[in-house]
């Protein structure tokens, strides 16, 4: 059987300045994010790729067998895909290096933040992905969220408007 992989829009629509949202599996659905060990060296990752390629990481949330990220387009030269690309595979060959082990599941999902869309409310979406799954009550409460752009209370506040 083929492996079926997201449909992608046209390669021009994730070049330049832009917001997205991003969901990437882990291999088999496996909880690999329960463990520090892998938190760490995806957030490492994410953030080094990102200053790399010029993105902001405005939100990122690391559930249990997934990760979400809102990001942010910087330049003219940004380009998602080739991000997407390079953070999986610098985060897959290090944990690779690590444990022997697969990390991601081919592809990931994207979606291209349209003006009409509010970028909080996907933030706010992207935060209380761990109170859907019963993780926690609030998402002020999921030790694994950030953003490389705001701190934890300023997250947390500007995305629901809550002071810690």
Known sequence: MAK???PRLHASVYRGPAQ???TMCCYRRRKLFDGAAARGLVES???????AMQFAIIAYCLMPDHLHVVCEALSD???LQAFAQLFKQRAAYAWKQKTGELLWQPSYYDHVLRDSESTRSVVRY???NPVRARLVDE????PHIG???YSHDEL???AFGWNP
């Not at 990752?45 to 200053?51: P, V």
């Not at 998402?139 to 999921?142: A, L, N």
């Open 4 to 6: 079926r992989h997201p």
């Open 20 to 22: 997205y949202f991003l």
């Open 45 to 51: 990752e994410l953030c080094r790729t990102s200053e």
């Open 77 to 79: 030269e940004s380009d």
């Open 126 to 128: 992207t935060l209380e």
């Open 139 to 142: 998402p002020r409460q999921y």
């Open 147 to 149: 953003s490389f752009v």
């Open 156 to 158: 947390i506040e500007w």
